[in-house]
């Protein structure tokens, strides 16, 4: 059971990025999905996350407009979730972690609440 993270860079204040997380061992599906970042010296928070059942999307005010949090419907055997960030500002900048919790019909918020994490990968938002 694994989950990777990737598409993490370094991009100017204004700019995007998408992050991917993909799943081996497990079907994403039947899972919350949930994003979190950890920036240096603060606490890991949830950015976003959705609900592996009907899949409604939570977004933290921080990031609202900004994010957005999608599975590939397109092909289920990539077993993919993405963060697309978009107007990205110097505050975003920090280590963003996937993760999957079995509570397939929330959308939880606490690291408590989800069973597996990716190993996270760097967005540093810099001119």
């Known amino acids: 059971v694994q989950l990777e993270e990737s598409g993490g860079g370094l991009v100017q204040p204004g700019g995007s990025l998408r992050l991917s997380c993909v799943a081996s061992?497990?079907?994403?599906?039947?899972?919350?999905i949930g994003w979190f970042r950890q920036a240096p010296g603060k606490e890991r928070e949830a950015i976003s996350c959705?609900?592996?059942?009907?899949?409604?999307?939570?977004?933290?005010d921080s990031v609202k407009g900004r994010f957005t949090i999608s599975r590939d419907k397109g092909d289920k055997a990539s077993n993919t979730v993405y963060l697309q960030m978009n107007s990205l500002k110097p505050e975003d900048t920090a280590v963003y972690y996937c993760?999957?919790?079995?509570?397939?019909?929330?959308?939880?918020?606490?690291?408590?609440?989800?069973?597996?994490w990716g190993q996270g990968t760097q967005v540093t938002v810099s001119s």
């Open positions: 993760a999957a919790s079995r509570l397939s019909g929330s959308r939880p918020r606490t690291v408590y609440e989800y069973d597996y």
């Open positions: 061992g497990f079907d994403l599906d039947h899972y919350a």
């Open positions: 959705l609900s592996g059942d009907d899949g409604r999307p939570y977004y933290a």
